[in-house]
Structures are given as structure tokens and as C-alpha cells.
């Protein structure tokens, strides 16, 4: 009898500690203990049946609708040694018939999406490789015919002929900081968000490309550490605030003629050119032109014969305007689709070659926020938007023709979706605030073929280690303004307790966190965190997106001032709960969000006894031009916007606890930041704690760095709040 009480008494506790189990750091942030299995995005072929992925050293062909094996298309070992290849690659693309596979290996990343890499061309027919160019190049892209590629080497454009093997130097001006053809600089590439600056016409005829002339452009200077005598010094052109832009230029080199024609814009120094597309007429290239207060925006047409320009579209906002991809010319050479939040609301349109609006393909109280492709056998497009609330992201496609409206993901959450060539079928990607992302493959009527990953095996980890739901709330403000957040609260949540808040926030705009969707690493250190005895909290404030345009913008020349006044209410709100210690409250963010959470340390330090800055701006000064003044403009014409949102200001206000850190190697928001924040601190005579990060980017990872950081950030958090 004892023995089987025992034995009862044993089990019980086994089956108790079956949902006792510890999350831990190592396991979020090194292992992958808790990772969801991810689908990549998919190399569609032109059937738009099948597909094809990267398996080890092999490119693998499946049938999309059953997710067999079709068969191996390239073997990378099967040509180590030709033409010097190793015998492994990092990625792969097709040339738009299929019979070419080019190939990169030995990727060198320079900064968020630039890069430089060995290309290799691969014959399906002949099974032969070859080496694009002896030396690592940029940006390798195929002709719409392909027979030529074009690339970027030394700051200089080329290109080669695939028959004869024949390379063609385009420019010969290409210089380390000073001009560079056919690529980004650095502001362009980080707010632009594009680093390839060339683009082929319709025929392969002729390559639209942007010169970058950066030779007043100050300098800035990063220094590594590397285990040698002297460390390493890596200087870069970094326009900030008020300071000289590159003189950006576009031009048009002509394969035949051996040519290249200036587009003749008005002449303005001051002007970006964040986008080039060509039309349907290999003659015609859209050139995008806006002024450096990013408040007016014309989209130009240019003749590659002469380089003359005619205006196609202009748009000016109050505010600014949001620079997009989403221009689609059809194929009937008289009208392109276009985006704009012109009725206050992101919307598609349909415009005609004058620049005319045809008509509204989508109109309402909500945002599109992607536009997803544009099947023009039976002219359908495809987008994603927030119609059902502004928590969560649906795909639906509208007929150009008839106007009819399809929601392609009825179900709640939030979705994204990749479709095939033919958009006959469509991966979508969907997840909740509560369960991972599930990748299915879907019809163009929305109705399910199979599903690829439901990554069931974290409903198993969830139940193992008894998580918490977490759950939405929304609040007003004193300012009548209604605020979407989520909670986390511990597990057996006691009403009766008072326990601390813990709050993150990103906050920049037109960005989300409250939103219906996987938080990933996240999502298990918040649990984490709720587990410890927090609540977790997380509130969208004033600026942040799909709530249209005045809820974005209405931030204009006041960065951080309504955000870090909604973020204290909040944090107010949270505190007044019956079941939280309104003592005990922190906050946490990186980058944009690092300089909200200081700011809310500083000027609310009536509320928050804590705050974690990872990667802050400190002083808007210091960061780039295109950023900074698209939302602030310069600091001459708006020191008041700058100095009374600018945390740097405000030091001598410090009452709590504070942990600030970064990366000695952050190219996008510079070290300079923490720096100068250390010594305004020090100057105040303000205790602070510091970590910092040798030889890491914006980013700080590698080498235990995320493991590193997470773990002194928990302990801040059990320690300080």
C-alpha cells in the first residue's frame, strides 16, 4: 500500500512537471530549441507547377501540388574544380527560359543588402560552368533575353556576352568613395532599400543605371578589433542631417549603339532618385524624381535615344511621401497600377500613360500594405491589407476589369503569400499571435491543396512548458485616442497579486507590433519572462501603421514627442490595473525602439523605474539625411523638433535604472550615439549601466553575441524592475 502511494504520489509529480519545464536562454537565442520549422521562399518555375529549392549541395525540382521529388536539376559536386568552383554555393537563380542556373559562393555581406560574391554560370544544356568574372563582382543579372548578364565590379558597370564570352567594361569612372555605377550608397541602400542600381529594358538592348557621385559626402569611420597590433579602420560615406548628399544621376547605355545617354532631369541638387523601372517599350524608362523634403514626387518618362523627358505622374503630400515598388506597367503599353495614400488610405490604382487615374481597385478605411503581383492573362491583382482591423493582414485579389473583390485567407491572423508564375496556385504563410506560421498551398480561389509545414511541434512545446495566452486590450488615451496592445500575464495568474510590467515597443513609423502574428524568439523570451512573475506588455503608439494616413504621419516634425507621451500613458494604464505594482514598471527597445525607451526613461521617470536601450538614437542629429529629414527635415529648419525629442537633452532627468548598449560597429545608427549618450550622463553625474559590443553591426550577433546580450538584459530585468 505504501509503495503504490508512493508510486501514485510519483507519477502525479512527473505528470505536473511535464508542464513545469524551464524555457532558457540558450535554447531561445543558441540551440533552436524552440524554433519553428520555416518554409524558404520559393524558386517558382515558369509551368508554375513546380519549384525548385537548395538541398545541401544540390538544386532539387518538386511538384508543387504534391510535394514530390521530381528530380535533381544541378549537383554541385559533380563540378568541383571546373572553372575553380569548391564545389558548394550559397544561392541560385534562373535565367527566364531555364537553360542557364547562375550561381554564388563565397558571399561577402558590406552592409544591410549589398554584397559582394564568386558568380558562376551553369549550362543545363551543354552541363557546363563557367566563371562569370575572374574576381568577385555585384549584383549578377540576367537580360530578358538571356543571352548577356550585367554586373558590377569595382564600383564600374559591365556586362557579358554568353555567346561570344565577351565582357564590356560601360564605365570606367568608378572610384572607392569618391563614384560608383550601377550601385547604391549607403543612405540609398538603408532607406531606399535597394542596393542594384542598373536595370535591363524589355529586349536586353539597353541598361538604365544611377551614378553616385559621392565625392562630398563627409566621411564616417568604424573601427574593429581583430587580435592585432593596430585595429582596423573601415571608412564610409554617411550624409547626415543637413550635410551633402551624393549627386545622383540616371543614365542609359545603349548595347547596340555602344553609347550611354544622360536622362536630362531638371537640374536640382537636392534631388533623390529612389527609383528607375522601365516600361513595356524598350525606349521608355520610368524615372522616379523627389525633392529632399520627400514631399512631392514626379515620376518622369525618358527617351533612350535622347534622354528627353516627359512628366508622366506628380503627387505632393503635406507630410511626405512613402516610396514604394509597387508600379506595374501592363502589357498594353497604355497603363501602369500604382499605390498611394492619397485618399488618406493606401489604395491601388489604375492610372493611364498621361497620368491619369482610370480608377480605385481598392478604396475603404484600411491600408494595403503590400502589393503582392499582377496576373495579367486575367488581369487580377494581388495584394495584402488590413480591412478586417488593423491587427491583422489578409490576401484578396480584385479584377482590374470588373472590379470584383476576392479575400483569398478568410481565416484570422496574419497571412503573406508567395504565388507561382502563373499565379494558378500561391504558397501562403499564416500565424497568430498564439501559433506558429503554417505554409499552405492554395488555388487561385482560395481553396486549400495541401499543406507543406504546420509546425505542429510547437503546440507541443507550448504545452510542455504551460505558456500563457497572450491576449489584446486596447485603452484611451487622455488625448481621446484608442491604442492597440497585447499582454502576457504568468501562468496561474493570480487577480489578488500586484506584479511588475514589463513593456517593449518598437514605436517607429508606420511600423507594428501589435499585430496578430508569430512573434518567434520573442514570443519565447516574453514567456520567459511571464513565467518569472511579469506581465508582459507591448502598445502601438501614435505613428505606427494600418490605421492610415493621419494616425502615421501625424508625427511629422515631432519625432518621439506623441509616441513617448502615448507610451507613458500606457504605461499608466498598466500600472492601474488592479493586479500590477504601478512601482515596478520597465521598457525595452532596439534601434528606433531603444531611443523610445530612453526617451520614456527620461521623461517619464515618474512611471518607469527601468529601461533597456539596445542600438539608440540619441540625438537625431546624428543619423542620415533621407530618414531623419523625411520626417523631421533638417535640424536648421526645425531645431525645436530636434532638441526637445532628443534623449541626449534630457539626461539630467535620470532617476532609474538604466542599461544601455550597443554594437562599435554599427553602420546605420553609429556608436557615436551611445557615446555621446554616456558622456551627457557621466556630465550629469548619472549612474548607468553599459555593454557594448567590438566588431558588431546594428544587428549584434555572432559568437554568443545574442545569447550574450539576452542574458544580461534578463538579469537587468529580475534585478532593476
Avoid at 537565442?29 to 519553428?36: I, L, N, Q, S, V
Avoid at 550601385?183 to 542598373?198: G, I, M, N, P, T
Avoid at 523601372?277 to 518618362?301: F, G, I
Avoid at 512601482?583 to 531603444?594: C, H, L, M, Q, V
Wanted: some cysteine.
Amino acid at each position: 500500500m505504501i509503495r503504490s502511494t508512493l508510486c501514485l504520489c510519483f507519477c502525479l509529480f512527473a505528470l505536473l512537471s511535464i508542464g513545469q519545464d524551464t524555457i532558457t536562454l540558450e535554447g531561445i537565442w543558441k540551440d533552436g530549441t524552440y524554433a519553428h520549422n520555416r518554409v524558404p521562399g520559393f524558386t517558382f518555375m515558369e509551368d508554375g507547377k513546380h519549384y525548385t529549392k537548395k538541398e545541401d549541395n544540390s538544386i532539387v525540382k518538386y511538384d508543387l501540388l504534391t510535394g514530390k521529388k521530381v528530380g535533381v536539376i544541378w549537383d554541385a559536386e559533380e563540378y568541383k574544380g571546373d572553372a575553380e568552383f569548391d564545389g558548394t554555393f550559397a544561392t541560385y537563380s534562373f535565367e527566364q527560359d531555364e537553360r542557364y542556373l547562375l550561381i554564388t559562393d563565397n558571399i561577402k555581406p558590406i552592409y544591410r543588402r549589398s554584397f559582394m560574391a564568386d558568380y558562376y554560370l551553369f549550362d543545363l544544356e551543354s552541363k557546363s560552368l563557367a566563371k562569370v568574372y575572374d574576381a568577385m563582382v555585384q549584383y549578377v543579372t540576367f537580360s530578358p533575353d538571356g543571352k548577356k548578364l550585367a554586373f558590377v565590379h569595382e564600383n564600374d558597370l559591365f556586362y557579358k556576352d554568353l555567346n561570344s564570352g565577351d565582357v564590356k567594361r560601360i564605365t570606367t569612372d568608378g572610384n572607392q568613395n569618391r563614384i560608383i555605377n550601377g550601385s547604391a550608397d549607403w543612405v540609398y541602400e538603408e532607406e531606399f532599400a535597394f542596393a542594384k542600381a542598373f536595370f535591363w529594358n524589355a529586349d536586353g538592348t539597353s541598361i538604365a543605371f544611377m551614378k553616385f557621385d559621392e565625392s562630398a559626402v563627409k566621411e564616417f569611420t568604424m573601427t574593429y578589433h581583430f587580435d592585432q597590433m593596430y585595429p582596423h579602420y573601415s571608412t564610409f560615406k554617411y550624409p547626415k542631417v543637413g550635410e551633402t548628399n551624393a549627386t545622383v544621376s540616371a543614365h542609359i547605355f545603349n548595347l547596340n549603339k555602344d553609347e550611354i545617354v544622360d536622362i536630362k532631369l531638371e537640374p536640382d541638387a537636392e534631388r533623390y532618385i529612389p527609383r528607375i523601372k522601365w516600361t513595356k517599350d524598350p525606349n521608355e524608362v520610368c524615372v522616379y524624381s523627389m525633392n529632399r523634403h520627400q514631399n512631392n514626387l514626379k515620376l518622369y518618362l525618358a527617351n533612350r535615344k535622347k534622354g528627353k523627358i516627359t512628366l508622366m505622374y506628380e503627387e505632393s503630400n503635406k507630410y511626405y511621401i512613402d516610396i514604394h515598388d509597387n508600379m506595374t506597367f501592363l502589357d498594353d503599353g497604355k497603363h501602369y497600377l500604382w499605390t498611394s495614400e492619397t485618399s488618406g488610405y493606401n489604395h491601388i490604382y489604375l492610372y493611364d500613360m498621361k497620368g491619369n487615374q482610370v480608377k480605385a481597385l481598392t478604396n475603404g478605411r484600411y491600408d494595403v500594405d503590400a502589393f503582392l503581383g499582377f496576373d495579367k492573362a486575367n488581369n487580377d491583382v494581388f495584394y495584402r491589407a488590413s480591412e478586417k482591423s488593423p491587427l491583422e493582414k489578409q490576401i484578396y485579389k480584385v479584377n482590374i476589369d470588373s472590379g470584383k473583390l476576392m479575400a483569398l485567407t478568410p481565416f484570422d491572423g496574419t497571412n503573406s503569400a508567395q504565388f507561382s508564375s502563373t499565379y494558378d496556385y500561391y504558397v501562403n504563410t499564416h500565424s497568430t499571435i498564439n501559433s506558429a506560421p503554417t505554409y499552405t498551398v492554395y488555388n487561385r480561389q482560395g481553396k486549400e491543396v495541401r499543406v507543406i509545414e504546420d509546425n505542429a511541434n510547437i503546440q507541443d512545446l507550448q504545452s510542455q512548458y504551460d505558456v500563457s495566452p497572450v491576449e489584446f486590450f486596447e485603452f484611451e488615451t487622455s488625448s481621446k485616442i484608442n491604442l492597440n496592445g497585447y499582454m502576457i500575464k504568468p501562468p496561474n495568474f493570480d487577480p489578488k497579486k500586484a506584479y511588475p510590467v514589463f513593456m517593449f515597443l518598437y514605436g517607429g513609423p508606420g511600423s507594428q507590433q501589435v499585430l496578430d502574428a508569430w512573434k518567434g524568439s520573442y514570443y519565447w523570451w516574453f514567456q520567459k519572462l511571464a513565467a518569472e512573475g511579469y506581465i508582459v506588455a507591448c502598445v502601438d503608439n501614435r505613428g505606427t501603421g494600418a490605421r492610415g494616413e493621419e494616425f502615421k504621419k501625424m508625427t511629422y516634425l515631432q519625432l518621439g514627442k506623441y509616441e513617448t507621451e502615448d507610451q507613458i500613458e500606457a504605461a499608466k494604464y498598466l500600472g492601474g490595473l488592479p493586479y500590477t505594482d504601478s512601482n515596478r514598471i520597465g521598457i525595452y527597445g532596439w534601434s528606433y525602439g531603444g531611443y523610445m525607451s530612453t526617451l520614456c526613461l527620461l521623461k517619464g521617470n515618474d512611471v518607469f523605474k527601468s529601461a533597456i536601450a539596445v542600438a539608440p538614437v540619441t540625438n537625431w542629429k546624428w543619423y542620415d539625411t533621407i530618414y531623419t529629414e523625411r520626417y523631421m527635415r533638417t535640424y536648421a529648419e526645425n531645431e525645436a523638433g530636434y532638441d526637445e525629442n532628443s534623449p541626449i537633452h534630457f539626461a539630467d532627468r535620470l532617476k532609474g535604472n538604466y542599461l544601455l548598449v550597443h554594437g562599435m560597429a554599427d553602420d546605420n545608427v553609429h556608436f557615436q550615439h551611445t557615446a555621446e549618450m554616456a558622456a551627457a550622463l557621466i556630465k550629469a553625474n548619472k549612474q548607468f549601466d553599459t555593454y557594448f559590443y567590438p566588431n558588431r553591426n546594428h544587428g549584434i550577433y555572432g559568437d554568443n553575441a545574442r545569447l550574450h546580450l539576452f542574458t544580461k538584459m534578463t538579469n537587468f530585468i529580475f534585478e532593476k524592475i
